[in-house]
């Protein structure tokens, strides 16, 4: 703690003052008479300028600023999960209870509760020498999620003492040799990467739930994924689908400069809703990291750190961890406004020149890493983060430098959000460069199709597309019966396959398995059609075949007995085309 | 000096976003603001005219604190200027409590989800677009077409669809909030006679900046006008409909500032960090846990060259829960209201429909009316190159049902419907058109509406 700054100027959300020297770049400040914390983002001389985060409204010429001599930690430790925070880890339920229903200045409150006692279990014994990422122990933290307590990365050394039984986070639960006491709880600067031992290539899907996604554009876990979207695309509709549904024993939300009444729909919801797989409340697997657009910018910077924090220190744990980051733009535009209040030299669209290095170093903290530690953990952070390009044009910067480093790009259309067509995802621009990664695990694990059903899919939407263009300039009549069976069907697929309502009870989420059978069942019925026209059986009763009804009810259908009834189902189509006339 | 903006030198004491007075040499005074201050000088942005202001002679005082506005319940019924001091001739308000006028950001662990539709009595908002209490659903209109008619419809008729209607109605605590920037006062007129009309005036708070006014003064509008509908809200437990017009006005007047600042110009000159001042202004809608009152809002503002990506309309779209989208296009048409519900949206209609609030068939019906509207359209789109004869005959079906789509449901006229009659008139079209198309409503829903009307139907269809 160095005290004797003294605040020269205030503009917007940074404040320059004077007397700093000694101060370090990132360094945690306390500014004027509330308190209001700040990071020193530039040091010049002995003035520092710092951006706070909070509201600067009534700072006063000549009030002091205080250096805390560390940088902006996160604590990190039993108890994170099913906590709200804000930007900078502020837990918001405790804020509440001091200041009510709106948010006080330069009010702080630990991020993990003090009080609270937590049963741990060693692991790791007295003698046994340990390394970080080495586990000491671990505790129940949610009935479905076992925290390990780990070895903080720089410490090591064979072990004094270890305990059990019952103790808050701050008490020592292990003694080094060296007389290093651990507690349970460890702190991480959140802007440097927590280490690991090494990437691991991303061979397995990231399961969405969302046929879209997994059948045409899947994800690897440990990957990066992009939706771009104008507004009203349904960005958000996508990313609160994954935080139910995707595959992930954990899930980091972090809610960037968007809407109040739209978390407040995630906080109501979640806390009732459970998962499928474990049937458990899905706030026991999630936390929320939640900066509104009107709260602080520079909070909202910080908050994409907080949360990458977060989900990295679980990822260690050897957990499939998913940070969803809804949206990347407001963290952008965060950024450029903290930069072009430092004056400095903007590149395109008034963005500072560092927002693609940025970008990038924040998506590379995703991955699928061995982690620290014996026992050889594997552990993922997949990255999804939502865009919302002015506009809705993708060819501004941040689209362009994360489409850069995002391997898979999901792009939402708005022609389709106005149809009602949720998920709007445009098969045309979207594209996954990870499907030749990861088809060997869906052939091995999901269908031996995958790859032909995927290419079947493509060339039907695509065709569909070629012949939409000739219905525009010279009306359907001039297509041949083989050309609107291809309509018929592919409109049958948008509708009932592409098209997932995020409300249905049946349907929000699908196995991939039950996917890829159903589009198998749809192709199997474009393939008989083609064959009864071929052998000149009339357009008419092509169309009047039966089977049209229970392929578009198929999506309602329950998971018991879908396989069978599905199965059952393409045998009855094949067996129609093999039928003589 | 520069523009509306005054440098000030030797200033000792100065806080951030302070009020200031500024006295002139004849004796006259006007009001301003801190916005940015350094060591050797305090950046002050003037409310009002800065015609007469000198370098020599003009002194500042600095009040020590940002603005804040006086409250109690008799705000209601009173008339204010853009800055908060009365111009109905009465006196100033006696404060129960006194608010900075900044605001701050309600804890997003406070909020309550918002559950409960407010019933405009207007179709293609209550059917397709339901508004719900808390919400901020912004009207994007273009010059000449008929936002603040329909604005003023919402308020004659908007109720919890339980009761009577209207804001007069016994046993609602409904206030309405008026924040008017910029505009002209034959339209600021408009309202006022609305209010006298609907019997709402005693339960009006109106803050005016005409287009004469002040252009910085505008900046500080919206943000009283926010603050009294907290109070009311919040502390008062009233049901709060804020209508804010024209936040392109405001916009302006943002951009005016930022260009005197010289500040880096960011989309058609338009700040950067716009979207985090229109947040400041459009996140102060909610509803909160504990509390009966609720903040909703209706800001109007106008597209330039009717371009819904321009930056007012594209920033606003992304903070606020949807929009609607008036089409010059249907107003042409003679279609009132003309509402194109394809680009509007509530994005929290399904919190505010359904069961126990309006009908449990109310989610399908409005899929498979937009469906099929915009298949409509698309047709019409098609028969423009076609022609006719290039349709089928299930297509020109589609084509004709998006026509009465337009005329019978959307164009409603001035007589509001209540979300019966709304959903009923849903239905009677849907049955122009064969029931195994309705894929995206619920069989047992369709079984349940369609079947009994649809021989009647099958007549008037022709």
């Known amino acids: 703690m160095t005290e004797g700054g003294i605040i020269v100027r205030v503009s917007g959300p940074t404040v320059v003052a004077k007397n700093m020297a000694g101060a370090r770049i990132h360094n945690r400040v306390l500014v004027g008479e509330d308190h209001l914390p700040g990071e020193v983002i530039r040091l010049e001389a002995d003035r520092a300028t710092i951006q706070v985060y909070e509201d600067t409204t009534g700072l006063g010429l000549g009030e002091g600023v205080t250096d805390v001599g560390k940088p902006l930690l996160a604590e990190l430790g039993p108890g994170l999960l099913g906590s709200v925070y804000d930007g900078v880890q502020r837990p918001l339920h405790a804020i509440r209870a001091k200041s009510g229903d709106f948010i006080g200045r330069g009010l702080s409150s630990p991020p993990l509760d003090r009080e609270k006692r937590w049963e741990f279990r060693p692991v790791a014994r007295e003698g046994d020498v340990v390394c970080p990422g080495d586990v000491l122990g671990v505790v129940a933290e949610t009935p479905r999620v076992d925290h390990l307590v780990m070895v903080p990365p720089g410490n090591g050394g064979a072990i004094r003492q270890i305990l059990a039984g019952s103790f808050s986070v701050l008490e020592p639960v292990a003694l080094l040799a060296d007389g290093t006491a651990l507690p349970m709880l460890q702190r991480w600067p959140v802007r440097t990467p927590r280490p690991f031992r090494r990437r691991l290539p991303p061979t397995l899907p990231f399961i969405t739930g969302q046929r879209v996604f997994d059948v045409l554009f899947p994800l690897a876990a440990g990957g990066a994924a992009i939706i771009p979207g104008g507004f009203g695309t349904g960005k958000t509709v996508v990313e609160h689908s994954l935080a139910r549904y995707a595959g992930a024993d954990v899930i980091v939300f972090v809610g960037c400069g968007e809407r109040g009444n739209e978390m407040t729909e995630v906080l109501a919801d979640f806390p009732e809703l459970t998962d499928p797989s474990s049937g458990r409340p899905l706030m026991e697997r999630t936390v929320l990291v939640v900066n509104t657009s009107n709260m602080p910018v520079a909070a909202r910077e910080a908050s994409v750190y907080t949360g990458i924090t977060i989900a990295e220190y679980y990822r260690d744990m050897g957990y499939r961890v998913a940070l969803l980051a809804d949206s990347i733009s407001r963290w952008a535009e965060a950024l450029r406004e903290i930069s072009s209040r430092l004056e400095e030299m903007p590149g395109e669209e008034g963005y500072p020149t560092h927002l693609a290095s940025r970008l990038a170093g924040f998506y590379e903290r995703g991955g699928r890493v061995s982690c620290l530690g014996g026992g050889e953990r594997e552990g993922t952070v997949t990255i999804v983060s939502a865009v919302s390009p002015p506009g809705g044009d993708f060819s501004e910067p941040v689209t362009q430098s994360s489409q850069r480093i995002a391997a898979v790009f999901w792009a939402l259309d708005p022609a389709l959000a106005h149809r009602r067509h949720f998920p709007a995802v445009d098969w045309k621009k979207s594209y996954s460069l990870y499907t030749g990664a990861i088809d060997d695990w869906f052939r091995e694990n999901v269908s031996a199709e995958c790859t032909a059903l995927r290419g079947g899919l493509m060339a039907l939407l695509q065709r569909e597309e070629e012949l939409q263009e000739v219905v525009q300039m010279v009306g359907i009549d001039a297509l041949q019966e083989q050309e609107r069976i291809v309509l018929t069907v592919s409109r049958m697929v948008r509708e009932h396959f592409l098209r997932q309502s995020a409300y249905s009870e049946t349907d929000a989420s699908c196995r991939p398995e039950k996917a890829f059978l159903m589009l198998k069942a749809f192709l199997s019925f474009h393939t008989l059609c083609r064959d009864l026209l071929a052998r000149k059986v009339p357009v008419e009763s092509v169309l009047a075949l039966p089977f049209r009804e229970e392929l578009e009810r198929m999506k309602e259908l329950p998971e018991e007995g879908f396989r069978e009834t599905v199965n059952a189902l393409i045998a009855r189509i094949v067996t129609e085309g093999g039928r003589d006339r | ?462």
Not at chain 2, 43 to 54: C, K, R
Not at chain 2, 130 to 154: D, M, N, W, Y
Not at chain 2, 283 to 300: D, F, H, M, N, Y
């Open chain 2, 1 to 462: 000096m520069a523009g509306p903006l005054v440098f000030v030198e030797g200033v000792r004491r100065v806080t951030m976003g302070e009020m200031v007075e500024v006295l002139l040499s004849d004796g006259s005074s006007r009001r301003g603001q801190v916005i940015e201050f350094t060591d050797r000088y305090a950046l002050v942005q003037i409310l009002e005219q800065s015609t007469g202001i000198d370098v020599l002679s003009t002194r500042i005082r600095f009040s020590g604190a940002p603005a804040r506005m006086p409250l109690s319940p008799d705000i209601l019924g009173r008339r204010f200027d853009g800055a908060g001091n009365p111009i109905d001739g009465l006196p100033p308000v006696l404060p129960e409590t006194w608010r900075d006028i900044g605001g701050t950001p309600i804890n997003p662990v406070a909020r309550e989800k918002p559950s409960r539709p407010i019933v405009t009595g207007i179709s293609a908002i209550d059917g397709l677009n339901t508004l719900v209490r808390g919400q901020k659903l912004p009207i994007f209109s273009a010059a000449g077409l008929p936002a603040r008619e329909i604005a003023a419809q919402i308020l004659r008729q908007a109720g919890t669809g339980e009761g009577e209607r209207g804001p007069s109605s016994p046993g609602e605590k409904f206030a309405v909030v008026f924040a008017a920037m910029g505009i002209t006062f034959r339209q600021a007129s408009y309202f006022l006679h609305e209010f006298e009309h609907s019997g709402a005036a005693g339960r009006t708070v109106v803050f005016q900046n005409l287009a004469d006014d002040a252009t910085i003064e505008r900046l500080l509008t919206p943000r009283f006008a926010l603050t009294a509908a907290e109070y009311l809200a919040f502390d008062r437990g009233f049901d709060v409909l804020v209508i804010l017009t024209d936040m392109t006005n405001y916009c302006d007047a943002l951009r005016e500032i930022a260009t005197a600042r010289e500040e880096i110009p960011g989309r058609r000159s338009y700040p950067g960090y716009m979207y985090t001042d229109l947040a400041s202004i459009y996140e102060r809608a909610g509803c909160i846990r504990g509390k009966i009152g609720s903040v909703t809002q209706l800001p109007i503002l106008t597209m330039p060259d009717d371009d819904i990506t321009h930056p007012v309309p594209d920033l606003t779209g992304y903070i606020t829960e949807g929009q609607i989208v008036l089409s010059r296009d249907l107003h042409r048409n003679g279609i009132y209201p003309p509402i194109d519900v394809l680009p509007s949206l509530s994005r929290l209609m399904n919190l505010g429909i359904g069961p126990g609030k309006t009908r449990e068939d109310h989610r399908g019906l409005a899929d498979q009316l937009y469906a099929f509207y915009a298949q409509g359209r698309e047709l019409r789109r098609l028969e423009a190159i076609v022609g006719e004869e290039g349709l089928s005959e299930s297509d020109r079906r589609f084509r004709r049902f998006a026509d009465a789509f337009e005329r019978e449901f959307i164009g409603q006229g001035k007589r509001g419907r209540t979300i019966e009659e709304t959903l009923e008139e849903g239905w009677r079209l849907l049955r122009r058109l064969p029931k195994d198309q309705l894929t995206r409503i619920r069989a047992d829903h369709v079984g349940k509406r369609y079947g009994t009307a649809a021989v009647e139907a099958g007549r008037t269809g022709e």
